[in-house]
């Protein structure tokens, strides 16, 4: 569990997201990939997985991992609900704000660990330029998408 958990990390992209990316490539194919524009619409789509790959930790990611960790003592461990869950990522994203290498230390979760073996301070910068490039990943998609071309040409 721990690798796969750890290459979904590693995407860079949590599940909506990469929803959004499939979405604008698949609306780029089906407008037609002979005009270049929505060929460039689709290479940019796949420069920004390719790129979050190697330069992103999602913290939506850590934090749905860490939610999902943490069992409450009034907590079915063997079922995820949904409200529990959501009350859970409210806290831990307050707590972060904190300071998060701090909260992710005392979770003590094995996949993360060597994460932290990163000064605190390093790891809130790390953490801080994760954040950055959410924000910044949110422009990129709506920018590529108003690029497509659907008017078809004969």
């Given at each position: 569990?721990?690798?796969?958990?750890?290459?979904?990390?590693s995407?860079?992209?949590?599940?909506?997201e990469?929803?959004?990316?499939?979405?604008?490539m698949?609306?780029?194919?089906?407008?037609?990939?002979?005009?270049?524009?929505?060929?460039?619409?689709?290479?940019g789509?796949?420069?920004?997985?390719?790129?979050?790959?190697?330069?992103?930790?999602?913290?939506?990611l850590?934090l749905?991992?860490?939610?999902?960790w943490v069992?409450?003592?009034?907590?079915?461990?063997?079922?995820?609900?949904?409200?529990i869950?959501?009350?859970k990522?409210?806290?831990?994203?307050?707590m972060?704000?904190?300071a998060?290498?701090d909260?992710?230390?005392r979770?003590?979760?094995?996949?993360?660990m060597?994460l932290?073996?990163?000064?605190?301070?390093?790891?809130?910068?790390?953490?801080?330029?994760?954040?950055?490039?959410?924000?910044?990943l949110?422009?990129?998609?709506?920018?590529?998408n108003?690029?497509?071309?659907?008017g078809r040409?004969?």
């Amino acid at each position: 569990m721990s690798m796969s958990l750890m290459e979904r990390i590693s995407s860079g992209l949590s599940g909506s997201e990469m929803d959004r990316i499939l979405s604008g490539m698949e609306k780029a194919l089906s407008a037609g990939l002979s005009n270049p524009k929505n060929a460039a619409v689709v290479a940019g789509y796949i420069h920004v997985i390719r790129e979050r790959q190697d330069t992103v930790i999602h913290r939506d990611l850590l934090l749905n991992l860490a939610a999902t960790w943490v069992v409450l003592d009034d907590e079915d461990p063997g079922v995820i609900d949904p409200t529990i869950h959501q009350k859970k990522l409210e806290l831990f994203e307050a707590m972060c704000k904190e300071a998060s290498h701090d909260f992710f230390t005392r979770l003590d979760i094995a996949p993360l660990m060597p994460l932290l073996t990163m000064s605190p301070q390093d790891f809130q910068i790390l953490w801080e330029y994760n954040v950055e490039e959410q924000r910044k990943l949110t422009q990129a998609l709506k920018h590529l998408n108003t690029h497509l071309d659907t008017g078809r040409k004969k």
